[in-house]
């Protein structure tokens, strides 16, 4: 299966690259055995990039819009404001009309204890997004090389306000860290806590392609040095350092967090908060809630796209490698399948079949989700599901696909989708974004439109209705057949 040339630059930044390769590397996404449906819960919005309940919370999902807005889905209803508006925060770090654009909101975590009243991070909440420097201020980490910086990325910490649990104190953001950017893209936009209790936060290369650029180090480019946060998975405890005095991990130097002192890069001029390194976009990851296991999906540049199982001190070999093909920064392109090797580089999950990889006859763009573990899919118990973000880059993007893989076999498969014709997402919807529950089902996040359009829809991975209740799904009435086959209370 080939088609026309293309080159994806992470979340929505694709562009079209005379010099990127056409020909299948790997074999083709075959069409699964597991069929759903996608239930529109929301429509109208801007750009949904991602979905989290808060801990405990089996009857709100927070819905991340990259425009600047957190809202609330409740009972299958958003909530007529707002939890959180930062679009004036964020604003001239990104163009909110342009579907391209990288950068927004983009990341939300709650803290573990953020509904245990004991707890130091009792109501506290994270947001990870592009912000614009301020005259006089300097991120925590600059750009490389002295690059010019045309915005920073940003960890910031809010609190719920006290007299309304739908609404965050906008008066309570504390930043926690930032880093400069010189390039738009590769931002990464996943912050969520670990098992450990922990934040983990990927960052992308810096930008650009190859790792190469103003802001790209060499020998080797970013994220292969350990001098620069850039190509990275961090690690990091986000309380104020005042909160956590037993603490024995180290304060960071604007002290703002504290550095787990079991990281692995602790010599000099090593970037102390790192946890594992060598990637090139990390768009999306999440921890399996029954296993704990991070499984991160790293944007390709122009041939393959990758699902990695990360450990401590992994340095999983972006860019020397793409998926487990080397890669030469040179010319840009993959050369041969090199499983294995060079030595100390970790490639994608390999399984009993296959290896979680695939190349651009099938996407463009991977974008991580999550492993099921609800109850209303038996079948899909324990799949990794994902997406890309379109099969054709332009003009125009389209046909957003949706996967599951198989962990432990190595194997990907394509949903069927019979509400669709042919199977397809319809009105060329791309996929910026997966979500999880209180319960465990997930969300697909999609949109036709930029930010600052409302073409987006939150759309819950449903168990395909029985033959005779397609009717009560096109009326509305889906709802009253999915509540009778839950065996458990969750959002919608």
């Known amino acids: 299966m080939t088609h026309p040339t293309r080159y994806a630059f992470g979340f929505a930044a694709l562009l079209w690259l005379p010099w990127a390769h056409a020909e299948p590397f790997l074999p083709a996404i075959p069409k699964g055995d597991i069929a759903v449906t996608l239930d529109p819960v929301v429509t109208g919005m801007g750009a949904p990039d991602y979905a989290i309940s808060a ?15 957190l809202q609330i889905v409740q009972g299958r209803a958003l909530l007529p404001t707002p939890a959180l508006d930062i679009q004036s925060l964020i604003g001239g770090s990104f ?6 654009d990288e950068r927004g909101f983009l990341g939300l975590a709650f803290h573990p204890g953020f509904n245990t009243t004991t707890s130091a991070g009792y109501r506290k909440l994270y947001t990870f997004s592009s912000q614009p420097i301020e005259p006089g201020t300097a991120p925590t980490y600059v750009a490389p090389n002295g690059a010019t910086q045309n915005f920073k990325t940003v960890v910031n910490e809010w609190s719920m306000s006290a007299a309304d649990p739908n609404v965050v104190d906008a008066t309570s953001r504390r930043e926690v860290i930032s880093f400069g950017k010189n390039a738009n893209n590769h931002n990464g936009g996943t912050i969520a806590f670990g098992p450990d209790g922990y934040l983990y936060l990927g960052l992308g290369d810096g930008g650009n392609r190859n790792d190469v650029g103003p802001s790209h180090l060499e020998p080797g480019g970013n994220a292969q040095n350990l001098s620069t946060p850039l190509g990275k998975m961090l690690r990091i405890d986000p309380l104020a350092p005042a909160l956590t005095a037993p603490s024995t991990d180290a304060i960071s130097g604007n002290g703002q967090y504290r550095i787990p002192t079991t990281n692995p890069f602790q010599a000099a001029g090593q970037v102390r908060e790192t946890y594992a390194l060598g990637f090139r976009n990390p768009y999306r990851f999440s921890f399996d809630s029954l296993t704990g296991e991070l499984i991160l999906a790293d944007v390709g540049q122009g041939t393959i796209e990758e699902i990695n199982r990360v450990e401590l001190g992994g340095n999983y070999g972006w860019a020397v490698k793409e998926g487990d093909f080397l890669f030469d920064r040179s010319t840009g392109l993959v ?3 090199s499983p294995g090797d060079p030595a100390g580089l970790i490639d994608p999950i390999k399984g009993t079949l296959g290896t979680l990889e695939y190349d651009h006859g099938d996407g463009i763009s991977i974008t991580g989700g999550f492993v099921y573990r609800g109850d209303d899919i038996p079948e899909l118990y324990g799949k990794y599901v994902f997406g890309d973000l379109a099969l054709r880059n332009a003009p125009p993007r389209v046909d957003g696909r949706m996967f599951y893989a198989d962990l432990e076999t190595g194997e990907i498969k394509e949903f069927i989708l019979p509400q669709f014709a042919d199977g397809k997402l319809p009105n060329g919807l791309t996929v910026h974004g997966f979500g999880q529950d209180g319960s465990g089902e997930l969300y697909a996040l999609v949109t036709n439109t930029p930010a600052s359009g409302t073409g987006g829809i939150l759309y819950r ?19 009253l057949v999915m509540a009778a086959r839950r065996r458990r209370r969750a959002v919608v």
Request: proline share 12%; no cysteine.
């Open 461 to 479: 991975i449903a168990p395909v209705p029985e033959p005779g209740t397609w009717a009560l799904l096109a009326s509305g009435g889906v709802v």
């Open 95 to 100: 163009n909110p009309n342009n579907a391209n």
């Open 55 to 69: 801990p405990g919370d089996l009857a709100r999902l927070f819905v991340v819009e990259q425009k600047g807005l």
């Open 335 to 337: 050369t041969v399948r």
